[in-house]
């Protein structure tokens, strides 16, 4: 279905209750040009610097994570509970040891800014390019943490392009 031009925030509270539930796509690619897709759920969103970011928490044994240290851009899909299997899938596999995009019948298709590709089966897209990027210092944690996800790095992504299928509001409902 085609998709149209949205701006960075218009469907953001869709975008988080599929996130709560079960989860979002978060698409890379190495400089092999393999794309890969995981599932994220530690990810937020606001103005930073006066522009539309999304933080993403990205741990550092992933194979996502080398694609993104590669290129410094990311896409975030948002996809209907119709896809839950398919999320649940992208989010315990590895695309270090196995082609994601083929095992999980979802279909890459090339974004309009960044290299990483958009999800076509998704009903919400975003674009993003890391305009900065640090990592979670476990002695900075607060206790009651106890260390949980000292592990990752935090990519600020620019929200550079924003899309979505006309009844992507409905769709998730
Ligand atoms: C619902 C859900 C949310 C997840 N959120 C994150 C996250 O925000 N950050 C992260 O590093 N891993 C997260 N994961 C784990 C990765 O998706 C998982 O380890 C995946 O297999 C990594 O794939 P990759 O090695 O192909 O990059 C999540 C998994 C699930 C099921």
Known sequence: MKKNDIKPFDLWKETMQRMGRDGLLLCTVGSDGKPNAMNVAWLTGGLIWGRPIITVLVRTDRH???????TNQFT?????SEFADALLYLGTASGASEDKFAKSKLTPVPAQVVEPPLIAEAVVHYECRVLHKNDVIAENLTPDINGFGANHRVYFGEIVAASAAPDAAKRLE
């Open 64 to 70: 996502s994570f080398n694609n993104i240290e590669q």
């Open 76 to 80: 975030v899909n948002v996809l209907t």
